[in-house]
């Protein structure tokens, strides 16, 4: 009878063979060792969807890792077994034992000849089966990949990254030399929450040699084989990494914006900065700035616009042959923006809540104050943007004012915070002053806004609890509106 011992020691010595492989996953799976067979069906390709007629496992070492913490009750099990051996051992070779009754004896022409063929060794890493060297290599993995890390969003529901999630990105990523830090973004309805920086731990490392080998490595401090100084400084570039992340979003919408209006992509960001009612923008940091041509760039290429901006009075035109250079997102999965749609605005007067999105990402989730039915339904477009709508920052509308479609219902700050989450306005949507800011901040003219009696949108609040972690780059000066003091239905 073939031991399973026989093929680890054969797949170790043959890699590439993936019969083997397959035979191995199932002498793994009558033992019912699920996670071990799930990562030799992975290897064995072809091979499994051959025999099985259905699609090789994809979490592959999802379910193994979280037996990590029952690791170190199994060691002195292991020490054990293996003075044991070592005792057998001694008593074979003082010929106690017969040698016929060997334990593991090795049968590897049988392998050999199941699997129709014999590869030469490639040189390539071998993953030991047993425990204490599979968390020995998944912690040299993490170590490996940790210069330098890449970064995406990976979905989640209840704190646990789905099977489904897991395998689309492994298989993505087969071919792919590369090591990937997944941050883990809270999934609802069809929503994925980006939220606060504190909300995105890094959840998941995998790695990939490029050649079909994938494996991960829990980042959550309670199965990370890590240093608490590794994790620290993964999560501080995990925390700049988002904060670019939004960045780039606020110059794609406001570009974007821009293009709609006037039929030519800016060439500079200072064309964005202008005062209103040209205030296509509400602030700029010098990282903005930086980042602005790549994001120029990157859009130009993506629509196969290029002859469509504007000269640069500096730099002059732009060549439409040359590709994007993106620099900035060289530690970003893909190597490009992770959102990639420009912003836009859900008002659920259900839940008096603003959910603000790209795509199907949550940035934020504002609590807000309504009129019930005097609040407008349906699709709008921010038009005037304004600093001090009353002429003054302690006025009725607050600090910031957003409005619709040149109707007389706006998005604005309020000096009366109590009535947040009620239906107190004339119709207007009603927001904190630090909220209203940070929305301000984010969005341009042009802003699609939707406004639902009834809608799917994440119910709890989304915003950073700190002022410190808010999107809030330096205020663009001469927005506010020097010919008019706005009387907005309040």
């Known amino acids: 009878m073939r031991m399973p011992h026989d093929l680890k020691s054969y797949v ?13 996953g199932k002498d793994y799976e009558r033992s019912g060792q699920t996670a071990k067979a799930n990562y030799c069906f992975e290897r064995s390709g072809g091979i499994y969807e051959a025999f099985e007629h259905s699609k090789a496992p994809a979490q592959v070492w999802m379910e193994y890792q979280h ?18 051996a070592a005792i057998l051992l001694w008593l074979l070779l003082l010929g106690l034992v017969p040698s016929a009754m060997a334990p593991d004896a090795m049968n590897i022409d049988v392998v050999t000849e199941l699997a129709g063929e014999s590869l030469p060794e490639q040189g390539l890493e071998i993953i030991d089966y047993s425990e204490e060297q599979s968390a020995a290599h998944e912690s040299e993995a993490y170590e490996a990949g940790l210069e330098p890390p890449r970064f995406t969003g990976i979905p989640q529901i209840n704190g646990e990254v789905t099977d489904e999630a897991a395998g689309k990105l492994m298989n993505q990523l087969r071919r792919t030399d590369a090591s990937i830090i997944t941050l883990g973004l809270e999934q609802e309805n069809e929503f994925v929450i980006w939220g606060a920086s504190t909300a995105r731990p890094p959840v998941y490392q995998f790695h990939s040699n490029g050649e079909g080998t994938v494996t991960s490595q829990s980042l959550l401090p309670e199965w990370c084989k890590c240093t608490p100084e590794d994790l620290k400084n993964l999560s501080a570039s995990a925390i700049s990494w988002g904060q670019k992340e939004e960045q780039a979003i606020a110059l794609r919408s406001a570009i974007t914006a821009y293009k709609q209006l006037n039929g030519v992509y800016p060439a500079r960001i200072e064309q964005l900065m202008k005062p209103f009612p040209n205030n296509h923008i509400g602030g700029v940091s010098s990282s903005m700035r930086e980042l602005y041509p790549e994001m120029l760039d990157y859009m130009q290429s993506v629509t196969a616009d290029y002859r469509d901006s504007e ?6 035109e732009q060549s439409s042959e040359d590709g994007p250079s993106l620099p900035s997102f060289e530690d970003t999965y893909g190597g490009e923006p992770y959102m990639k749609e420009s912003l836009s605005i859900i008002v659920n007067k259900e839940t ?9 990402i949550v940035l934020r989730n504002y609590e807000v104050g309504l009129g019930g039915e005097k609040t407008p339904e349906g699709d709008f477009v921010i038009s005037d943007k304004v600093v001090n709508p009353n002429g003054r920052a302690d006025g009725e509308f607050g600090t910031r004012g957003m409005q619709l479609s040149d109707t007389d219902y706006a998005i604005h700050g309020t000096n009366e915070p109590g009535s947040i989450g009620l239906d107190e306005s004339l119709g207007c949507i009603r927001m904190h002053q ?23 949108t994440p119910t709890q609040i989304i915003a950073p609890e700190q002022a410190g972690d808010r999107f809030q780059p330096e205020l663009v000066p001469g927005q506010t509106n020097p010919d008019k003091v706005y009387h907005w239905l309040n």
């Open 311 to 316: 000269p640069d009075p500096i730099m002059g």
């Open 12 to 24: 170790q010595k043959h890699p590439d063979n993936q019969m083997a492989w397959y035979l191995l």
């Open 434 to 456: 630090e909220d209203v800011e940070e929305l301000f901040a984010f969005v341009p003219p042009g802003t699609r806004v939707t406004i639902k009696d009834s809608a799917d």
């Open 67 to 84: 037996k990590l913490m029952q690791l170190e009750q199994q060691r002195k099990k292991q020490q054990i077994k293996r003075k044991t």
């Open 352 to 360: 008096h809540r603003l959910t603000l999105l790209s795509g199907n």
